[in-house]
């Protein structure tokens, strides 16, 4: 087994930032931790990691017991939003680190290194200084020293975070595939859900100390198991019950808020077609898609975006009326969410 | 379309901001960098260089026989001695207290921050005067002290003691901003990679703060050299005993043996380039991008 985590929870402070949670991430996947900032994501990756101490519950690793091992002990690589690299030491002497704590031989060191460096494209580099290093490159030397010491677990903080877009999305796909070449159990925190679904295996969502669900990128879009996961994961519509009853969804009782994907929806011109009416405010051409901002006659507002061919079928403009029908709906018991998920042991 | 991508890229030159014309803001700009020359010849340059005027304006022998007064070779011996001690002794107490400050959060953090300024804010005459009240025969250890036959006030203990005091801020205080600007991501990432604190501190801390420490202790080396008013107080200025440098230097301006105060002030001053000159001559050696 890679990671267990049983009823681990911390507080800083006034500020409970880990409720008691349970989780277990199996061997050799790769699991995205997101959510929002202050939901705890972090917290339980340091957690993991050694750097902070759970004020309550058990953390084993590969079988284990870790609850109270050192970081030094655990045998984990990290990687920090802000790479963490040792600024007087060249790329070399970086990556070389741990295997010099764990006095292996230079010669050993050297293969290792060359190794590494190769692994993360940056063999002309060793002899530079992360100064001298772009965002990207730095964060790849910061992944090299980490798995140079062939850690059980490989943990990231946010590591795309502080780059731009474009270098980000190189990296993702970059993790990716050195992910499935290395099968190192790997676990990262994230508040951008697209990296999320794009990188890993399985998504741990989190909120307010709390994981709300988890489950596979197709599972968390499409089987949302509360309405933040269904509002943080992708966009989404809510529409409140008086304009539900006025339009009679089906299997849908008055008193639920009713949530819908932008894209789920149709389109029709004719008052006949039992759609909600709306009025249309803005139409914004996106090159792939075409994103509308409707107006409910309660006063709610809705957005739908339509593909090139819903458009041009029907090729609604600003202050015009058009009828509006969600395809996929979606509606949440009003249990408490947060005992029904304190209580419960999720397996990824 | 081609422009565009240009400028995307940055090849394109960013456009100049506007910059007001040179017959507008010239004359204020000289008048500026000229009180600032003046200011600094005045204070700065010329007593600095007046002192090697005087002491070598009749030829260097004046120079070489306030070197071998017997007066003068006990009183740089003190002084050297005085710092040899200190130096070392507040760089470990300002590593250990900025480390302290900005890695770790514990009560009367800001208060210690606080007292470790106390020597800047304090004039040294009454930080000597606060050393004789404890330490000096009608102070408060006074009677325990002179049971036991240990001297502080008037001996050496008591310049060390106030030298130390004096020199408390310096190297923790160039420390600290550095310590606070790296943070402790560092320090982390060493620790996951299985280093032990005293492996941290050698290979990632230290050389992180380097020029800050070097700094710091270049300064509180001066200082510890330098240092008059608190060592005024508790030394007793015996001459041959308990005379250092500074003290040396008054004594003989005072008892109108200029080429002496002249003489001995130059040696301070070397003392002084002497440490920055090093510190350069490091800096170059270790130097990297």
């Known amino acids: ?348 | 379309m081609k422009l565009e991508r240009h400028s995307q890229t940055g090849i394109l030159p960013p456009s100049q901001p506007e910059r007001p014309t040179p017959s507008q803001g010239a004359w204020v700009q000289w008048v500026l960098i000229g009180i600032v020359l003046v200011y600094i010849a005045l204070l700065l340059g010329i007593p600095a260089v007046n002192i090697f005027y005087q002491a070598f304006k009749d030829g260097i022998s004046p120079f070489f026989e306030t070197l071998i007064q017997p007066d003068f070779v006990s009183a740089l011996w003190l002084t050297v001695l005085t710092a040899l001690i200190v130096v070392p002794l507040n760089t470990f107490f300002g590593i250990y207290a900025a480390l302290a400050i900005a890695h770790k959060k514990f009560r009367g953090r800001t208060f210690l921050l606080s007292l470790i300024d106390l020597p800047f804010s304090i004039s040294p005459v009454v930080a000597g005067l606060m050393f004789v009240l404890i330490f000096g025969r009608q102070g408060w250890l006074g009677d325990w002290l002179q049971a036991w036959n240990i001297q502080v006030i008037f001996a050496f203990p008591g310049i060390v003691m106030v030298t130390a005091f004096i020199t408390i801020p310096f190297v923790a205080r160039e420390v600290l901003p550095v310590l606070e600007e790296a943070g402790t991501d560092q320090e982390e990432a060493a620790k996951t990679l299985g280093a032990n604190p005293w492996q941290i501190f050698w290979r990632v801390t230290l050389p992180n703060i380097r020029w800050g420490l070097l700094y710091g202790v270049i300064l509180t080396n001066a200082r510890a050299m330098g240092e008059f008013g608190a060592v005024a107080v508790v030394s007793g200025n015996i001459i041959g005993r308990t005379q250092t440098l500074p003290l040396f230097v008054e004594d003989a301006y005072k008892s109108y043996a200029t080429p002496s105060a002249y003489g001995a002030a130059v040696l301070l001053s070397l003392l002084a380039l002497v440490t920055i000159f090093a510190k350069e001559v490091l800096e170059r050696r270790t130097s990297f991008r």
């Not at chain 1, 953390?59 to 690299?85: C, K, M, P």
Request: glycine share 8%; aromatic share 8%; net charge neutral.
């Open chain 1, 1 to 348: 087994m890679g990671i267990t985590i049983e009823g681990v929870s911390k507080r800083f402070g006034d500020f409970q930032a880990l409720y008691s949670t349970s989780l277990t991430i199996e061997t050799g996947s790769l699991v995205a931790l997101l959510g929002p900032s202050g939901s705890g994501k972090s917290t339980l990756l340091r957690l993991i990691a050694g750097l902070e101490l759970p004020d309550t519950g058990r953390i084993w690793l590969t079988g284990r017991d870790a609850t109270y091992a050192s970081v030094q002990e655990r045998n984990i690589g990290f990687v920090f939003q802000h790479y963490a690299l040792f600024k007087h030491m060249t790329v070399r002497q970086n990556i070389a680190f741990g295997l010099e704590i764990r006095k292996a031989s230079r010669a050993e060191i050297r293969a290792r290194v060359d190794e590494l460096l190769e692994l993360v494209q940056l063999s002309g580099f060793g002899d530079r200084y992360p100064s001298q290093l772009s965002g990207g490159q730095r964060q790849r030397v910061a992944l090299a020293r980490a798995l140079a010491v062939e850690p059980q677990v490989l943990l990231l903080d946010e590591p795309f975070g502080a780059l731009d877009a474009k270098v980000r999305k190189e990296l993702r796909a970059w993790l990716r595939r050195l992910h499935d070449e290395v099968q190192v159990t790997t676990v990262f925190v994230t508040h951008d859900q697209e990296e999320a679904m794009e990188v890993a295996d399985q998504i741990v969502v989190m909120n307010q100390g709390r994981i709300e669900q988890v489950g596979s990128p197709a599972e968390i879009y499409d089987h949302p198991a509360t309405p933040f996961v269904m509002s943080f994961v992708g966009q989404v519509n809510v529409l409140h019950p008086e304009s539900v009853l006025s339009c009679q969804l089906p299997g849908i009782q008055g008193s639920q808020q009713v949530f819908f994907r932008p894209h789920d929806v149709v389109i029709e011109t004719d008052p006949c077609s039992g759609g909600m009416a709306a009025q249309v405010q803005t139409v914004l051409h996106l090159g792939r898609e075409i994103q509308a901002e409707l107006l409910l006659q309660d006063g709610g507002s809705l957005w739908v975006h339509l593909s090139r061919e819903q458009y041009a079928k029907t090729p609604i403009q600003r202050g015009q009326w058009v009828y509006v029908r969600p395809k996929a709906i979606k509606a949440f018991p009003p249990a408490d969410k947060h005992r029904a998920v304190r209580n419960s042991s999720v397996f990824v």
